[in-house]
T-cell receptor, first 112, second 110 residues
Framework: DVKVTQSSRYLVKRTGEKVFLECVQD?????MFWYRQDPGLGLRLIYF???????EKGDIPEGYSVSREKKERFSLILESASTNQTSMYLC???????????FGSGTRLTVV | KNEVEQSPQNLTAQEGEFITINCSYS?????LHWLQQHPGGGIVSLFM???GKKKHGRLIATINIQEKHSSLHITASHPRDSAVYIC????????????FGKGTHLIIQP
């Protein structure tokens, strides 16, 4: 089975800190995605990548950036964390643009 | 942009009951995904379908492309089915991810 691993389950950071969320998949998937999930809003797409060094903005990219230097790793960066970025962050990958998704177990980030 | 609506938002049922969760979307799609999220956050893909019906164990997913509607059914429900069920629409364009419904919080009581 494809595995998508997110480096932390829980994270507490201070306002203004630079935060890195790491995601690694082990099955050579081309496409990787970062979502955030908030109560009442569902999952919203932050950024996605369909190839190494390629990145595309999703619906809510403001305050975030991403890095994909290797195919298996897709990092989400909060340049200067703010309290409104407190959320559950989910990484996902898929082999093809229209294929089945595999999700990581999520990182619950709290910014204080 | 696709609008994805799920109903009901919350559902509590007794063990053994037949469960139906509905999903409608506004724009034509290439596929519809059903996902399950247990407390703690991890999401599991249950089904991906573009037409007809799929079955896996006690779970059945159907889709009506003309009516832009999909349903997830659970037969002989069990407390371990308690979770949030999310439908998500995949548009026909590029690799720009899914549009998600807000989820249905299902509780099955013993």
């Amino acid at each position: 089975d494809v595995k998508v691993t997110q480096s932390s389950r829980y994270l507490v950071k201070r306002t203004g800190e630079k935060v890195f969320l790491e995601c690694v998949q082990d099955m050579d998937h081309e496409n990787m995605f970062w979502y955030r999930q908030d109560p009442g809003l569902g999952l919203r797409l932050i950024y996605f990548s369909y190839d190494v060094k390629m990145k595309e903005k999703g619906d809510i990219p403001e305050g975030y950036s991403v890095s994909r230097e290797k195919k298996e790793r897709f990092s989400l960066i909060l340049e200067s964390a703010s309290t409104n970025q407190t959320s559950m962050y989910l990484c996902a990958s898929s082999l093809t643009p229209h294929g089945r998704y595999t999700f990581g177990s999520g990182t619950r980030l709290t910014v204080v | 942009k696709n609008e994805v609506e799920q109903s009901p938002q919350n559902l509590t049922a007794q063990e053994g009951e037949f469960i139906t969760i509905n999903c409608s979307y506004s724009v034509g799609i290439s596929a519809l995904h059903w996902l399950q999220q247990h407390p703690g956050g991890g999401i599991v893909s249950l089904f991906m379908l573009s037409s007809g019906k799929k079955k896996h164990g006690r779970l059945i997913a159907t889709i009506n492309i003309q009516e832009k509607h999909s349903s997830l059914h659970i037969t002989a429900s069990h407390p371990r089915d308690s979770a949030v069920y999310i439908c998500a629409a995949q548009s026909g364009g590029g690799a720009d991810g899914l549009t998600f419904g807000k989820g249905t919080h299902l509780i099955i009581q013993p």
